[in-house]
C-alpha cells in the first residue's frame, strides 16, 4: 500500500503571518548574505526569505516537508506576508549550504533583549532559590533542519526530532 497523498496547503491552512510584521526588519539585515556567489544577479530567494519560510514552516503544523515550505511560498498571503516569490526545492535545499547561521546569533540575541515577563505569578514568591533556564540550542544545526527532513522524505530512513534543552540550577543566597 502507498503512502498517503497530502492535501494540498490553502490559504486558510496558514496561521500566525501577522507576527512576521515584526520579524522582517530585524532580518532584513541578513538579505544580500550569500549573494556574493551569485554571478548572474539572478538570486530569488535571500536569506531573510529563507529564515522567514524556515520560522513559517515551526509553527505551522500544516507545513512537514520542504515540498510543503515550497507550496506554502506559492499562497498570495504567503509571499505578501514574507515578501517572498514562489520558491523552489532547488533554492530551498541549496539554501542550507549558501546562507551562514552565525549571521543569526546577532539576530537572536537582540530578540532575546527583548524579552520581557509575561506576568508575574505571586506563587513564585515563595522560591528563595534563582531559577535559570538555560538554553541548548545549537545555531549551527538550523541550515541542516531542512535538509534532515528532505532526506527522510526522500529516502524514508532516520528520524527527523527535536529536542529543547532546559536546566535548573539552584542558587543559594548567603544571609547577612
Given at each position: 500500500?502507498?503512502?498517503?497523498?497530502r492535501d494540498k496547503i490553502?490559504?486558510?491552512?496558514?496561521?500566525?503571518?501577522?507576527?512576521?510584521?515584526?520579524?522582517a526588519p530585524l532580518l532584513k539585515r541578513l538579505h544580500q548574505d550569500g549573494c556574493?556567489?551569485?554571478?548572474?544577479?539572478?538570486?530569488?530567494l535571500h536569506y531573510d526569505q529563507y529564515c522567514m519560510l524556515m520560522l513559517l514552516y515551526l509553527f505551522n503544523p500544516i507545513?512537514?516537508?520542504?515540498?510543503?515550505?515550497?507550496?506554502?511560498?506559492?499562497?498570495?498571503n504567503v509571499q505578501r506576508k514574507l515578501k517572498c516569490p514562489r520558491t523552489s526545492l532547488g533554492s530551498l535545499s541549496e539554501a542550507t549550504r549558501v546562507f551562514d547561521p552565525e549571521r543569526l546569533k546577532e539576530i537572536i540575541a537582540e530578540l532575546g533583549d527583548q524579552l520581557q515577563p509575561l506576568a508575574q505569578d505571586k506563587r513564585l514568591s515563595d522560591i528563595k532559590q534563582t531559577i535559570t533556564l538555560v538554553d541548548?540550542?545549537?545555531?549551527a544545526a538550523l541550515p541542516t533542519i531542512m535538509e534532515a527532513s528532505w532526506r527522510k522524505e526522500k529516502k524514508g530512513s532516520g528520524m527527523v526530532k527535536w529536542r529543547l534543552h532546559t536546566?535548573?540550577?539552584r542558587v543559594f543566597r548567603e544571609r547577612a
Open positions: 500500500m502507498g503512502a498517503k497523498k490553502e490559504e486558510r491552512d496558514i496561521t500566525g503571518l501577522k507576527f512576521f510584521d515584526q520579524l556574493e556567489r551569485d554571478r548572474a544577479g539572478n538570486r530569488q507545513v512537514t516537508s520542504l515540498r510543503g515550505i515550497q507550496q506554502a511560498s506559492e499562497l498570495k541548548g540550542t545549537l545555531i536546566h535548573f540550577a
